[in-house]
């Protein structure tokens, strides 16, 4: 559903949709709050053989094996050296479930489909791969993360 | 008063059909998988109308109609034949076996409904 | 019930009778090689077609109507004891079968049938029906039409109606004994005749006995009805219908001029009607009820009914003692969460006793026996959750036989299916993974497994190809067996295959299990003789693999000339393992118990270097590959075996055994197993998780995978030749 708003700033709809915002490696991220199930604090996780270096592992989510993502590394930055003060965003793709780790969250954004913007040509594959649009807010810059493309599956496949 | 209907059918699609029609036209309905499980249900059961397959195993729908009509106890309830064949033959078997009439399947609720009524000692 | 819960109720009830019907054709076809066949079971599989057949007529299911139909006629020919059912007439009807099991799976999926496709078999079936009922039964069972022989409502519009001047009937109606007898009643006639009009009638006493000579089941009153109605005669004679023949029965039409009493006295009319209803509606029931003896009771057992009736009393007892067993029907996501809650419950208990050993509750204690007791409870509760998944592989069985006939059909080959072991039950989820390999393997044995009849008669066999399906419980685990009695792996072919395809390098040399095994290898397709029948594209490969993901193993076990013999071996449950808990770089990581022979500590001395870092571990006498798990997985670099660690001798699938070093072994408990495909997604060596007592995941292994990824295999170049990890 964003992706397809994103593609039509145009459009006349000013339904807001609510986006979690967080930062993580100095950056601003966010994505739509109905994929989010819940946050948490972190928690050490089961390594992953042979796992890309992004993926810090699996925990228990109630029964539930749940990969953690790191999602600076995941996004080309510098890792993040998970600390108890750091959250975990569990979010519910298609049927995935996955968490990711991020330095804090910091805000609920209500957003207007007109507010995102498309994102600036940059030169970073990864960046454009990943970021779907950004959203101005308050002098900073919030960039809306494809969460589907955040899976470690579509990593491997594309 | 509320018509008390039996329906005897092996068939689970079926009796759940029969029920569920007969449930919507108002009618208390019991039902049972072949002609022996009718006949022990019979009696709690007390019905003002019997439905019954003719194809079942264990005890058939001729076989059980024999057995209201002839056997210890008669009796002259009214008992629909259900069958899947509207052939002049087949209604007169059903007619020598001792059934009241018959209902050609598959049914309607409407006919389903006209038929029982049709049978059953009802205030009209 | 809604109708979309019917007809959901309608397919699930297919399903037990299109196995009804698989089961009671291979009965007669069993018992009709012996000569003799049992009624009961013709009539079985005659109800089955006709039970689907009244269901599907319910929803509008032509095609399923029609198809069932015209096989239901057929089979009523043998019930009638009019048709053999030789070997070509079964031939026929199990094609009907399977085609039957195709239209009702497109009636569930509401996928479109291809009428013409049901052409051929229908043709088929139609040599053996009756030839002049066909037509008349074809056309008088549509689903639509003659469906109902009460007065349709639409027929009110159709205005077949009387001529202008009509306006009534005069009806003359004198019921026999009988009308009472079989539960109809003039009262009730007369009340569904007062529907179509106005109805005036008089009741003419006259044949009334005196009262001395009055028998109790007499019918001595008869009516004159006027009935004042547009309704055409038909509508009028419909009234009738049930009755027919157990009256005197006149309708003539009354016209305009007819000097007849109309709106004036339909009231009293009316008020005769329902005088005179009164009289038989007391009498007649309690007349019929009195008299034991009643006429109709011989008229119930015509000849030809006599012979099934009494078969079926025979049989009763038998068939008694099948449906005593009280079965519910339940949604299967219901049982799955249910499952889930258990795993939930076993976890929590484990994390209980942990909890209170941390605590130092000493094992003499109230609190550690009720633990223990808590624990055998748990253990309790899995095991019966599990079984309500449990399933007989019979259906799947069945499913088998289809395949072989299709086969064998397709290869001009006759084969013969023994099935054992039905009986033995398997979790659903398997049983339904299983059908893609299974079917695979079965079409397999008969197409490049059997020899053609010509060859085998050469070699002095039975004509008659066998193939034979096996299923078994041993030691905590299903094994189901594909056995042939074909000429068994063609081993010079397969190598030569294998070299042509660079799976084996040509140098190397080979054991027949070796060989055997090579058609299980990636890239085996041997496309260059498969045929149409089972070259569709998966190879044996694929077969594996669909039977590893089900945690299970296959082997071979071929011998020139008698044939060959697949093996699966699977687990029971696909949701609790037995497994020992271990220590890998600081990792705990589960291994599967079924893959464990032992547990070993050698001393340094008992480990050698071979070439440039492999070890190997002298075992009485034999030297193992020993495979450093922590260094495979990546944790850590490789490093050489050290006395504080443990080894576990570990064998695969394919029979190799090598040892496995750990860094030390914890406790050996029941797992649940958690997938972790659903959120992540295959991984190398590991086969799934579980969750431990602390609440922290761990790791299945797959001592197979790490085998394959591990060992140098020179026969094998395909398999990822440069996965062998830190260790190398």
């Not at chain 1, 600076?72 to 049927?95: F, Q």
């Not at chain 3, 496309?527 to 089900?550: H, P």
Request: aromatic share 4%; hydrophobic share 40%.
């Amino acid at each position: 559903m964003t992706s397809a708003a994103v593609a039509m700033p145009d459009t006349n709809s000013t339904e807001f949709s609510e986006y979690v915002a967080f930062r993580t490696a100095g950056q601003d991220f966010c994505f739509d709050i109905m994929k989010v199930r819940e946050i948490r604090g972190w928690t050490e996780a089961t390594v992953l053989p042979h796992a890309p270096s992004y993926v810090l592992g699996v925990i228990n989510l109630r029964g539930s094996v749940v990969p953690i993502v790191d999602l600076a590394a995941r996004l080309g930055l510098p890792t993040t050296e998970p600390h108890d003060r750091h959250v975990i965003i569990i979010a519910v793709v298609n049927t995935q479930i996955i968490g990711l780790l991020v330095e804090a969250v910091s805000d609920i954004l209500g957003v207007s489909e007109e507010m995102v913007q498309s994102t600036p040509d940059v030169a970073s594959e990864t960046t454009k791969a990943f970021i779907s649009g950004v959203i101005p807010k308050d002098e900073k810059m919030i960039r809306l993360i494809d969460i589907e493309r955040i899976l470690p599956q579509n990593d491997l496949e594309s | 008063m509320t018509l008390k209907v039996l329906a005897v059918d092996d068939s689970l699609t079926i009796r759940e059909l029969l029920r569920s029609c007969l449930v919507n036209a108002g009618f208390d309905v019991d039902v049972a998988v072949d002609g022996v499980d009718g006949l022990e249900k019979l009696p709690a059961a007390c019905p003002d109308v019997v439905i019954t397959d003719i194809n079942m195993p264990r005890m058939n729908g001729f076989e059980f109609i024999d057995a209201l009509r002839g056997g210890e106890n008669p009796t002259s309830v009214p008992i629909l034949v259900l069958t899947t064949e509207s052939a002049a033959e087949l209604k007169q078997k059903a007619r020598d076996a001792g059934a009241t009439g018959w209902i050609v399947k598959p049914f309607d609720e409407t006919k389903l409904v006209s038929a029982i009524r049709r049978v059953a000692n009802y205030a009209a | 019930m809604s109708t979309n819960d019917i007809r959901e109720t309608f397919f699930l009830e297919c399903e037990d009778l299109l196995e009804a019907l698989e089961e009671g054709l291979q009965d007669i076809n069993d018992q009709s090689a012996d000569g003799a066949v049992d009624s009961e079971c013709i009539n079985a599989v005659f109800r089955a077609v006709h039970s689907i057949k009244g269901g599907a007529g319910a929803f509008k299911l032509d095609e399923l109507v029609h198809f069932a139909h015209t096989f239901e006629t057929v089979l009523d020919e043998v019930r009638n004891g009019k048709l053999l059912p030789d070997s070509d007439v079964m031939g026929v009807f199990f094609r009907a079968n399977d085609r039957l099991v195709d239209l009702v799976n497109a009636a569930r999926d509401e996928e479109p049938v291809d009428p013409a496709d049901n052409a051929a078999i229908e043709a088929e079936l139609n040599k053996y029906a009756p030839a002049e009922e066909e037509e008349v039964d074809a056309g008088d069972y549509t689903p639509m039409g003659l469906s109902f022989d009460f007065e349709l409502p639409d027929l009110d519009d159709l205005d077949l109606g009387p001529a202008k001047t009509q306006i009534g009937y005069e009806i003359h109606f004198r019921p026999f004994d009988q009308l009472y007898g079989n539960g109809n009643d003039a009262a009730h006639l007369i009340r569904a005749l007062s529907e179509l009009g106005v109805v005036t009638a008089e009741v003419d006493t006259s044949g009334l006995p005196a009262f001395e000579t009055m028998r109790a089941t007499g019918a001595c009153l008869s009516w004159k009805i006027t009935l004042m109605t547009d309704e055409s005669e038909h509508v009028v004679l419909d009234v009738f219908d049930f009755v027919d023949g157990l009256c005197e029965l006149t309708v003539d039409p009354i016209y305009e001029e007819a000097d007849t009493p109309v709106d004036d006295d339909g009231d009293t009319g009316a008020g005769e009607e329902l005088e005179m209803a009164d009289f038989p509606e007391d009498d007649a029931p309690e007349a019929t009820a009195a008299a034991p003896d009643l006429p109709m009771a011989s008229a119930v057992e015509p000849a030809d009914a006599a012979e099934p009736r009494s078969a079926a009393k025979q049989e009763s007892g038998q068939a008694a003692a099948k449906t005593t067993k009280a079965t519910i029907r339940v949604d299967l996501e219901r049982v799955d969460r249910l499952i889930n809650v258990v795993g939930e419950l076993v976890i929590n208990q484990a994390m209980l006793s942990q909890c209170a050993k941390e605590a130092g509750v000493g094992s003499g204690t109230e609190i550690a026996a009720g633990l223990d007791e808590f624990k055998q409870l748990s253990r309790e509760i899995q095991e019966s959750v599990m079984a309500i998944r449990a399933q007989p592989v019979k259906s799947l069985f069945q499913r088998m036989s289809r395949i072989v006939r299709e086969a064998s059909h397709a290869t001009g080959k006759t084969v013969k299916l023994i099935t054992q072991g039905e009986a033995t039950e398997v979790d659903k989820t398997v049983i339904e993974r299983l059908a893609d390999p299974l079917t695979h393997m079965i079409r397999n044995a008969v197409d490049h497994g059997l020899e053609k009849t010509e060859k085998r008669l050469e070699n002095g066999k039975d004509k008659v190809g066998h193939v034979t399906l096996t299923a078994a419980h041993r030691s905590g685990r299903v094994f189901i067996e594909v056995s042939d009695d074909g000429a068994g792996i063609n081993r010079e072919r397969v190598l030569q295959i294998g070299i042509e395809k660079g799976i084996v390098d040509p140098s190397a040399d080979l054991s027949d299990t070796e060989i055997d095994n090579l058609i299980f290898a990636p890239g085996f397709s041997t496309a260059s003789e498969i045929s149409d029948l089972s070259g569709r594209g998966v190879g044996m490969d694929v077969v594996k693999s669909s039977i590893q993901s089900l945690g299970g193993r296959v082997t071979i076990n071929s011998t020139p000339g008698k044939g060959s013999v697949f093996t699966i071996s699977l687990p029971l449950t696909l949701a609790v393992m037995e497994g020992m808990v271990v220590q890998v770089a600081g990792q705990t990581m589960i291994v599967p118990l079924t893959a464990i022979v032992e547990t070993l500590r050698p001393e340094r001395e008992e480990i050698h270097m071979l070439g440039t870092g492999d070890e190997v571990v002298s075992v009485r006498g034999m030297f193992l590959p020993v495979v450093d798990l922590a260094a495979s997985f990546g944790y850590r670099s490789a490093q050489p075996y050290t006395s504080s660690q443990v080894l576990l001798l570990v064998n695969t699938d394919d029979d190799h055994t090598y040892a496995l070093t750990v860094d030390a072994i914890h406790d050996q408990r029941q797992v649940v197993i958690k997938g972790l495909k659903e959120n992540y997604g295959d991984l190398t060596g590991i086969a799934a998780a579980t969750i431990l007592g602390d609440g922290r995941i761990a790791l299945i292994i797959d001592t197979d995978a790490i085998y394959e990824q591990n060992t140098a295999q020179p026969t094998l170049m395909t398999y990822q030749p440069n996965a062998m990890g830190a260790s190398q």
